[in-house]
């Protein structure tokens, strides 16, 4: 027969677990919600050109990828990692953009080369290429504070915008697009697609 003891327990034990799982699920619901925060800001890499870089292609690290290999139109340099809660809120909306045609490179930072590639392989890969920037040194020149992170670069290698957390609907919307559309607009002068970008 059971003692009244093990009873007490077999009846607290699940009680501890489910509580603990509650807790769990609201940690990361309270993650979720501050992931939905992004800015644009000016910052000291915005109408600055690209820093110079020279890293590895992410999916064939014998190459060498360097400023030279960025589009020569506006593109979304986006930076990202697997191991990035708020890249994986963000990435829906990346795909999205790439089914329109925007043009985006990525920059993997500070990850391990096969959890970004799973990642990629199991979300799609929303970049024209990523390189990888394991030791975060590309990501320092920017000015990056976390990620993600995009900044929006000029035919001409010039960051205009900086975002500070994900690319949404609203602020691409808005901010991003009209910049990228009037800096691809050879009709424009400076002023215009200064104004277009918010400078």
Not at 29 to 34: E, F, G, L, M
Not at 142 to 170: K, M, N, W, Y
Request: hydrophobic share 40%; aromatic share 8%; glycine share 6%.
């Amino acid at each position: 027969m059971m003692k009244k003891s093990t009873q007490k327990w077999l009846f607290i034990i699940p009680l501890v677990v489910f509580a603990g799982l509650i807790a769990m699920l609201s940690l990361r619901q309270d993650n979720v919600q501050k992931a939905g925060t992004s800015d644009i800001v000016n910052t000291k890499s915005t109408y600055r050109q690209l820093p110079s870089f020279s890293l590895p292609l992410l999916s064939d690290p014998s190459r060498t990828m360097t400023n030279n290999d960025l589009p020569k139109t506006p593109f979304i340099l986006n930076i990202w990692g697997s191991w990035c809660l708020t890249c994986r809120v963000e990435h829906p909306f990346l795909m999205e953009l790439h089914d329109q045609g925007v043009l985006m490179i990525g920059v993997n930072y500070k990850d391990e080369p096969e959890d970004a590639l799973t990642y990629l392989n199991e979300h799609s890969d929303p970049f024209l290429y990523s390189v990888q920037d394991y030791t975060g040194d590309l990501a320092l020149d920017l000015g990056l504070t976390g990620a993600p992170e995009s900044f929006i670069v000029d035919q001409d290698g010039v960051v205009r915008l900086h975002i500070v957390g994900e690319i949404h609907a609203d602020n691409y919307a808005n901010k991003i697009k009209p910049c990228m559309i009037a800096l691809a607009d050879d009709s424009l002068d400076e002023a215009a697609k200064n104004q277009a970008c918010g400078g």
